[in-house]
């Protein structure tokens, strides 16, 4: 393995922490302020706002992305190296679903909704109605950088945004097809792309949006939430951690290794849900690992590095974050005093000239290793021994919450005990990963995975604000709410405001004889 510069302990979350912060509360980087003026005077004016213009956005918007589909598997083969099927799945069809499923529900999405309304304010009736929040900024990461920047897109076209889109600068093929597809297929008026690095990002952080929308790691997203802080602008952080699986004794196992390998291993690990290490009880383990084995050569080959549908690194900075952790655990002693099995891959076979991990697969790794408190973000799979369900369950409730869980397991009760014990962004049966197709499943973390969903009409409700509208009627108007009040009124307003207003035995009475009298009267219509 060729050596590299060391990485910061911190690892992959703080990979551009430390510039943004040193610019955060600085001037440097170009003005943003005419761009948000200028979406800010379109959003006033209500441009974005009528069912026909989002409904046109988004199927533009659609045709460019079709259009471009053979454009865009290029550019994330360029960028990131991977297998044409995956540039297809991840970022093409995954983004056109939205796209299509926004379209076809927006106009009931938009829909003023009604609610209940108190007898005691009657006349009248309540309502919830769904503005847009305004001009939002959404900052897209890498790893998917056509989908995580135009799927959150979809959500503020169809609630009635103006937004600014900032494509990653890691993926630079990615990120100029991006601006072609906004600048082709939006109004410009309501819809911008702006590239850049660092100075433009922390330029667009010290503006006032409407929210914000992050996707990416955890030490960014607190530069994120500190500018947003300053003009308390909500935001929607969608982060990430160390997805665990927990695999029981009943699982099919074949089954089990093929879809965590692949979920693994689709984009070479670089998936913020990917199963980040897996927990099985000593018995299961061994078949497990011979499954993960087998299933493992089936994929790739006897060298994947020859392998046409095995990814890359997405450039040597993070290559050498991923080998530091491999290294580093390959050299730990395991439960028992015993070292670290290296079962399939490892660090001997990695070249950093091509941006090439191998497929790795981790056995005996302590719980305490750095590769176990650090999200991997890469083709490294560890595997860990527990006794028990009971005890995985302890496990992941004692490390911060994953943006995703997956159980794998024959009987059904254990999953869902194993779901009633934890806590996770999402979670998944027997599979992994695909859970975020469902567009009728909102996405998202919880604690340090992230704050707030989207995906279908959670990327709606993302950028709307619910806003509660009361009508009242003047027909009737009792005097008893207004001053002077009158005491000998209070024992009738604590039965109307209170209750009850009739006492229990009459109640029950009244209920009797309206069902009495109602089944007599359907009887003398037989």
Not at 140 to 162: E, K, Q, R, T
Not at 274 to 291: F, N, Q, R, S
Not at 329 to 350: C, D, I, R, T, Y
Request: aromatic share 6%.
């Amino acid at each position: 393995m060729t050596t590299a510069a060391p990485t910061t302990t911190a690892g992959f979350a703080s990979v551009r922490q430390g510039t943004l912060d040193g610019e955060a509360n600085g001037a440097s980087g170009p003005d943003f302020a005419p761009v948000l003026a200028a979406l800010r005077a379109s959003q006033r004016a209500g441009k974005p706002l009528p069912l026909e213009f989002r409904l046109a956005q988004l199927r533009s918007l659609q045709e460019s992305v079709t259009r471009r589909c053979d454009e865009i598997i290029a550019a994330v083969a360029t960028d990131l190296g991977r297998p044409r099927t995956e540039g297809l799945i991840g970022e093409v069809v995954s983004t056109i679903d939205e796209i299509k499923f926004a379209a076809a529900n927006v106009g009931g999405w938009m829909e003023p909704e009604s609610v209940p309304h108190p007898v005691q304010l009657t006349p009248g009736r309540s309502v919830i109605v769904k503005e847009p929040v305004g001009v939002a900024l959404i900052i897209a990461p890498w790893n998917f950088p056509i989908n995580l920047c135009l799927s959150p897109l979809v959500g503020a076209i169809a609630a009635g945004c103006c937004a600014v889109v900032k494509p990653s600068e890691v993926v630079p093929t990615c990120a100029a097809l991006v601006q072609t597809i906004v600048d082709e297929a939006l109004d410009s008026s309501c819809y911008r792309c702006v590239q850049g690095e660092v100075p433009e990002t922390s330029a667009l952080l010290r503006l006032q949006w409407d929210h914000i929308f992050y996707t990416g790691n955890a030490a960014v997203a607190r530069v994120v939430l500190t500018a947003a802080a300053k003009h308390l602008t909500p935001v929607t952080l969608e982060l990430g951690g160390k997805s665990p699986v927990i695999v029981h004794e009943s699982a099919n196992l074949e089954i089990a290794a093929r879809r965590i390998l692949h979920g693994k291993f689709f984009n070479n690990g670089q998936i913020c849900v990917a199963p980040d290490y897996i927990l099985c009880d000593g018995a299961t383990k061994p078949a497990l690992e011979a499954a993960l084995l087998e299933q493992l050569k089936v994929m790739f080959g006897a060298d994947p590095q020859t392998a046409r549908s095995y990814g890359r690194i997405v450039n040597e900075r993070h290559w050498a974050r991923v080998a530091a952790l491999l290294t580093e655990a390959e050299a730990l002693q395991g439960a028992g005093g015993k070292g670290v099995k290296v079962l399939a891959g490892g660090s001997a076979k990695a070249v950093q000239s091509d941006k090439y991990i191998p497929p790795t697969i981790l056995s005996d790794v302590p719980a305490d290793a750095r590769i176990m408190r650090e999200e991997i973000f890469g083709p490294v799979l560890p595997i860990l021994s527990v006794p028990s369900v009971d005890a995985a369950v302890d496990f992941v409730n004692s490390r911060e919450k994953p943006l995703a869980l997956y159980v794998y397991s024959g009987d059904e009760a254990v999953a869902t005990d194993v779901v009633q014990r934890t806590s996770a962004g999402g979670t998944c049966i027997n599979d992994n990963v695909v859970h975020l197709s469902n567009s009728h499943l909102p996405f998202g973390g919880v604690g340090p995975s992230g704050t707030g969903q989207y995906h279908g009409k959670h990327s709606f409700d993302a950028f709307s604000h619910q806003r509660a509208v009361m009508y009242r009627g003047t027909w009737l108007d009792l005097k008893a709410r207004y001053p002077p009040y009158d005491d000998g009124a209070i024992e009738g307003m604590k039965k109307v405001l209170i209750g009850p207003l009739l006492p229990p035995g009459v109640a029950k009475a009244l209920m009797l004889a309206l069902a009495v009298g109602v089944g007599l009267k359907i009887k003398s219509k037989l």
